[in-house]
T-cell receptor, first 116, second 115 residues
Framework: AQKITQTQPGMFVQEKEAVTLDCTYDTSDQSYGLFWYKQPSSGEMIFLIYQGSYDEQNATEGRYSLNFQKARKSANLVISASQLGDSAMYFCAMREARGGGFKTIFGAGTRLFVKA | NAGVMQNPRHLVRRRGQEARLRCSPMKGHSHVYWYRQLPEEGLKFMVYLQKENIIDESGMPKERFSAEFPKEGPSILRIQQVVRGDSAAYFC?????????????FGPGTRLTVT
C-alpha cells in the first residue's frame, strides 16, 4: 500500500537558520509525484514544491528545496533562512496517476516553530 | 482567474441533520477531489470525480457519505445524519485534464462542526 511517513511531529528552528523536514514514502509505481504543502493557522493548503519521480535534479523554489533520494525513497524539505512566517504545519504528499487524474496521499504533518 | 471555491466556509449542524458542502473547481478543470482533515491530522483522500462520474471513492465511508459532480454546477459532498465524529475540515481540490499536469489546486476548505 502507498504510504507517506513524516517522523517529526514538531520541529523548532531559530530564525534565519535552515531546517530540514523529513519525509519517506513507499510505492510500487514507477511514475509518481512528491509534494510539500504548508498549512498556516488560517487553515488553507499552500503548495510549496513539486518533485517528479523521473526528475534527476532536486526541485527548488525560492527558499524551499526538496532533497530527493529515490533509492532511499525520501523527499525531505529544506527551508533556508527561516522566517517567523514559516511557522506552520507542513505536509508531505505523494500523487499517483489514477483514471486520468491523480490520487494524493498525505503524511501526518510536521509542525514547525520558528523562534525569534 | 478565480481559484477553487468552497462554500460554506463554516457549517454547524446538529447530530442527525444533513450537511451539504459545495466545491466549484477552477475554470477549465474537470477533475475534483475531496479530502477530510481531522484535527491535528493530515488530509485523507475521500473521493475523486470527473464530470458526472465517480472515478475513485475508495476513501469514502460506506454509509451516509455521497458525492457528485454534475454536468452543470458545483461538486457536492453530502453527509446524511451527521455525527460528532464527522466534525472536520473538508477540502476540495481540482486539476485540469491531461497526463502532463501535476498541479492540484486546493480550495480554502469547509469546517464542519457537529453539535
Amino acid at each position: 500500500a502507498q504510504k507517506i511517513t513524516q517522523t517529526q511531529p514538531g520541529m523548532f528552528v531559530q530564525e534565519k537558520e535552515a531546517v530540514t523536514l523529513d519525509c519517506t514514502y513507499d510505492t510500487s509505481d514507477q511514475s509518481y509525484g512528491l509534494f510539500w504543502y504548508k498549512q498556516p493557522s488560517s487553515g488553507e493548503m499552500i503548495f510549496l514544491i513539486y518533485q517528479g519521480s523521473y526528475d534527476e535534479q532536486n526541485a527548488t523554489e525560492g527558499r524551499y528545496s526538496l532533497n530527493f533520494q529515490k533509492a532511499r525513497k525520501s523527499a525531505n524539505l529544506v527551508i533556508s533562512a527561516s522566517q517567523l512566517g514559516d511557522s506552520a504545519m507542513y505536509f508531505c504528499a505523494m500523487r499517483e496517476a489514477r483514471g486520468g487524474g491523480f490520487k494524493t496521499i498525505f503524511g501526518a504533518g510536521t509542525r514547525l516553530f520558528v523562534k525569534a | 482567474n478565480a481559484g477553487v471555491m468552497q462554500n460554506p466556509r463554516h457549517l454547524v449542524r446538529r447530530r442527525g441533520q444533513e450537511a451539504r458542502l459545495r466545491c466549484s473547481p477552477m475554470k477549465g478543470h474537470s477533475h475534483v477531489y475531496w479530502y477530510r482533515q481531522l484535527p491535528e491530522e493530515g488530509l485523507k483522500f475521500m473521493v475523486y470525480l470527473q464530470k458526472e462520474n465517480i472515478i475513485d471513492e475508495s476513501g469514502m465511508p460506506k454509509e451516509r457519505f455521497s458525492a457528485e459532480f454534475p454536468k452543470e454546477g458545483p461538486s457536492i459532498l453530502r453527509i446524511q445524519q451527521v455525527v460528532r465524529g464527522d466534525s472536520a475540515a473538508y477540502f476540495c481540490a481540482s486539476s485540469s485534464t491531461g497526463a502532463s499536469t501535476y498541479e492540484q489546486y486546493f480550495g480554502p476548505g469547509t469546517r464542519l462542526t457537529v453539535t
